[in-house]
């Protein structure tokens, strides 16, 4: 379901916003709801992953409307969104998903414990400040009246026809031999960057599913941040030869496919990969926005996979090393800079404290921290109650 809003103006009276805000709130329950009944789920010994959770989302419903209101008075969402829909932009689904459920899952913790948050003066403005943001910036990502793929079938065909074209047109033949050899270079770089996004999986993404006029189906994944970056402990991976990687892979006729708001894809058969005919291989690393990505080899792609493996053995030797709340703070950056790319869009990613945990009161912080089971959600159930 999509409810058509309008963005929100000063002079619109409380009721409107109230609406206006449990009108994408109705929008995001039934998506949100879905997929987190079909994420898979995991458990890491070494990294305390719900409790990092947490922590992100409470700074996120402390931070972000003022960090939204930075971003937005540089750029206007639509302009964001428009700007996103080119490869190797982490700008991406997901990240707009996380802007929206991170605000709101730290409004439902703090409500937990003070039910008296939504009565809060400017609470509504707050609210409405993120998910207008959030529901402006995915509109113009997506190029429709959509907010979520889930809406559209599971589809995000975000790039035009002229750039899928042109990625496709480097597409070069995979018999079973390279077929094998992007098989584990794939592997080895997304466990690489799941070991450095703190046992999350985000450091990849897939668009599509694009048609071309044969009858095969194009899935375009990006590997974001893969060397040095933004991520404190990220001089780990110095050595690997790219920052960006974006891959196109061209699927035999026959193979469906679907990719969720996660940037998941989903296909019957289930190994895609075995099915792959044709593949090409970019990096965004120093291309400015409206330049094509540059090709990368086959052999630049083994070294980037060697470069990521050895950087991977390197991470976990770090993480071992490190105290449990030093593991919750870079589990807990990552997740508080999802709003980071679109900061970076807008060019004021230097003007927003990303620094994390920050603004977590002391009293709430071993409570959303402690060693305790995830509580199960009715799956029935809304996630996020509506403004009363």
């Excluded at 009108?23 to 010994?45: D, F, K």
């Excluded at 305790?372 to 799956?379: C, H, T």
Aim: hydrophobic residues 40%; proline residues 7%; negative net charge.
């Amino acid at each position: 379901m999509t409810t058509d809003v309008v963005p929100g103006r000063a002079e619109e009276g409380v009721p409107a916003r109230r609406d206006q805000v449990n009108g994408w709130l109705a929008t995001i329950n039934p998506i949100t709801r879905q997929l987190v009944a079909e994420r898979t789920g995991y458990s890491s010994q070494l990294i305390p992953v719900t409790p990092y959770v947490m922590v992100s989302c409470v700074e996120a419903f402390l931070r972000y409307p003022d960090a939204v209101a930075i971003i937005t008075a540089a750029m206007e969402p639509e302009e964001i969104g428009v700007a996103a829909r080119r490869p190797g932009c982490q700008a991406n689904s997901v990240f707009l998903w996380g802007v929206a459920n991170f605000f709101l899952i730290g409004r439902n913790v703090l409500r937990a414990v003070d039910p008296s948050v939504d009565d809060a003066p400017n609470a509504l403005d707050r609210a409405h400040t993120v998910l207008d943001f959030w529901a402006r910036t995915s509109r113009a990502y997506r190029g429709g009246d959509h907010l979520h793929a889930a809406e559209v079938g599971d589809r995000l065909d975000v790039f035009d026809e002229d750039t899928v074209s042109a990625l496709v047109a480097e597409a070069t033949t995979v018999d079973d031999g390279r077929r094998d050899r992007i098989r584990r270079a794939n592997a080895t770089i997304i466990n690489h960057l799941f070991l450095l996004y703190f046992d999350t999986r985000v450091g990849h993404g897939d668009t599509g599913p694009y048609h071309l006029d044969d009858g095969r189906t194009v899935i375009i994944r990006d590997y974001f941040r893969l060397a040095e970056s933004d991520l404190a402990w990220s001089s780990v991976a110095a050595a690997v030869p790219h920052g960006s990687l974006t891959a196109v892979l061209v699927l035999d006729p026959g193979v469906e496919v679907r990719i969720t708001d996660f940037g998941t894809t989903v296909s019957t058969p289930e190994d895609y990969l075995d099915h792959l005919s044709g593949f090409a291989l970019f990096t965004s690393d120093g291309v400015r926005p409206g330049q094509p990505p540059v090709p990368v080899s086959d052999d630049e792609m083994d070294a980037v996979a060697s470069a990521a493996r050895a950087a991977q053995r390197r991470h976990y030797r770090d993480i071992v090393a490190m105290d449990r709340d030093q593991r919750i703070a870079c589990g807990a950056y990552v997740y508080l800079t999802f709003l980071r790319p679109f900061a970076e869009l807008a060019g004021v990613a230097n003007e927003i404290d990303w620094t994390c945990p920050r603004d977590t009161p002391a009293d709430l912080y071993p409570l959303v921290t402690a060693d305790v089971e995830a509580s199960q959600l009715d799956p029935d159930a809304d996630p996020y109650p509506p403004f009363g």
